[in-house]
Each structure stands twice: as structure tokens, then as C-alpha cells.
């Protein structure tokens, strides 16, 4: 099931960037053009994680976020439009897990959104096993499976599948796949990733088509 992320934006054009580069990640968005109503989606939807403009109508990003604060640890992401802001808002200590600046790169604040939740979950239980579409993963038993056939995987083709599978349907740069790897790759740079992913997709059998490419960015796993 998609995580969803609310847009607390008053500029539709911005709204709308945010909402196309968020949903190709594959996270569902709900938008919100003031305080009030931001208060009233967040109510009601729950989302995973608030992206929230400082400048609103009806009530600012501030007093939304003291609210949230007093009810709910969701992760607030907040958008401000002037460095010195930063600065202030760490002050107030209105418990934001992060903030951009304007202008911001969409794809930059999408990997902030990324970096929070894996934040945010990182003291729940880690799974071990995955599905994706045929894909089966099992960490713990070192086992891999595309449908009923057995993958005779190594020890970091199973580590760049697992960290593709965690996020299944999200792209993961060829940086954060390197990162997956650990100690298990000193000294490389990111084309050992191309080449790891090579090597997977013709392990993979039918499952390779699976494991996408997006060009000038990295990799995806789609059921």
C-alpha cells in the first residue's frame, strides 16, 4: 500500500510539480491550499509525512504545525522561501524533521521525503521478506525466487535487490544502491551498481523485466 504525502501548498503551479514527482514515486498525495484545510486533510487522511508550506492563508505553517505537533510525531517537511526562516524555525522549535528553501528542486524534495520516512522508520522491525509481482525475497534464509524457480543470487545482488524491494515502485539512485552495499564494495564508484544490475537482470529470468532503468537516475522494481 503507497504512503501518502500531504501537500500543504497555496501556489497550485508549485502544488502540482510536487504532486507529479511525489506520484511517479509512487506515493499517493492529497493537497491542501490553507492551514485550515491542511489541519482538516491531515484529520482525516493520516498521511504518512506533511510537506508544508510556511506562508498560507487562514492559518500559517507554523500554527499548523504546533497543532499537528500537540496530537501526532507524523514527520513535517517544512518549505520556506528564505534561508534566514530556517534559522527561525529551529529556534521556535516547532519539531520539523527538515526544511527546503525555495526555489527547490522537485526531485531534491523528493529524496528529502524518501530520507524522513526511512528516518521516521527506522526503529520499527525490518522486514526480511519481500514480494514483488514473481520476485520473492527471504533475507533471513539468503533465498531468492522468481515464481517457484530458485535465484543463485550473491551476497550484493541480493543486497541491491532487497534495498530496490523495500521500496518497490521507487526509484533508488545509483548513490543510495552503492550505500546498500556496504563494506562489501570499498572503493568502487556507482557503475559496480550497473554492473551488479546487469548481472540481476540475467540471473532474474522472467523476473529481470521487473528491475527498470530510469534514465539519468538510477533503478526501480515493479511488480
Not at 185 to 192: F, L, P, V, Y
Request: glycine share 8%.
Amino acid at each position: 500500500m503507497s504512503q501518502t504525502i500531504l501537500i500543504v501548498e497555496d501556489e497550485p503551479r508549485l502544488a502540482d510539480i510536487l504532486e507529479q514527482y511525489l506520484r511517479r514515486e509512487g506515493y499517493h498525495t492529497e493537497r491542501a491550499g490553507s492551514g485550515l484545510r491542511a489541519l482538516e486533510l491531515w484529520r482525516a487522511a493520516r498521511p504518512a509525512l506533511l510537506l508544508l508550506d510556511l506562508m498560507l492563508p487562514e492559518m500559517d505553517g507554523l500554527e499548523v504545525a504546533r497543532r499537528v505537533r500537540a496530537e501526532s510525531e507524523v514527520p513535517i517537511i517544512m518549505l520556506t522561501a528564505r534561508d534566514e526562516e530556517v534559522d527561525r524555525l529551529v529556534g521556535l522549535g516547532i519539531g520539523a524533521d527538515d526544511y527546503v528553501v525555495k526555489p527547490y528542486s522537485p526531485r531534491e524534495v523528493v529524496a528529502r521525503v524518501r530520507a524522513v520516512l526511512r528516518r521516521a522508520q527506522g526503529s520499527a522491525p525490518q522486514p526480511t521478506r519481500f514480494q514483488v509481482g514473481e520476485l520473492r525475497l527471504d533475507l533471513a534464509a539468503f533465498e531468492a525466487h522468481c515464481g517457484p524457480e530458485p535465484l543463485d543470487l550473491t551476497v550484493a545482488e541480493l543486497r541491491l535487490l532487497s534495498a530496490l524491494a523495500r521500496e518497490e515502485g521507487h526509484v533508488r539512485t545509483r548513490t543510495e544502491l552503492l550505500s546498500a552495499l556496504g563494506g562489501l564494495e570499498r572503493g568502487t564508484d556507482e557503475r559496480a551498481v550497473d554492473a551488479h544490475v546487469k548481472n540481476l537482470r540475467r540471473k532474474l529470468g522472467s523476473c529481470g523485466a521487473q528491475l527498470e532503468t530510469v534514465r539519468g537516475v538510477g533503478y526501480r522494481l515493479r511488480a
